[in-house]
């Protein structure tokens, strides 16, 4: 019998250190640098993200992620339950939140 070569897949995500340890063989850095490099890059998104931020940060050719404000939402009452047909409810308030949203550009896209 012949043996057959098995590619070695992962159903998991790569854990942080697997992704830095290929990086660094990658482009010869050390798994310090790449690591500190990821780093700034966090706090650069927390900054642009922040209040005093413009809300939007973009890695170019990757992703765009952006801030978005959810508004206020008032309380209702005598609203119908959709598990319970025929039934109402009351809606409790919900106050506004900021939500973060994540879109992959063209050249993420092109790698699936």
Do not use: C
């Not at 890695?59 to 025929?86: D, E, S, T, Y």
């Amino acid at each position: 019998m012949a043996k057959v070569a098995s590619k070695k897949t992962s159903a998991k995500a790569p854990t942080k250190s697997e992704v830095l340890a290929s990086i660094a063989d990658a482009t010869g850095v050390g798994k310090k640098e790449v690591a500190a490099v990821l780093e700034a890059l966090s706090s650069e998104i927390k900054k642009s993200l922040g209040n005093k931020g413009t809300g939007v940060f973009t890695i170019p050719g990757l992703v765009k992620i952006a801030k978005q404000k959810v508004p206020a939402r008032p309380a209702r009452k005598g609203v119908p339950n959709p598990f319970k047909p025929g039934e109402l409810m009351d809606q409790a308030a919900r106050p506004a939140y900021n939500k973060v949203k994540v879109r992959a550009l063209k050249n993420l896209k092109s790698y699936v």
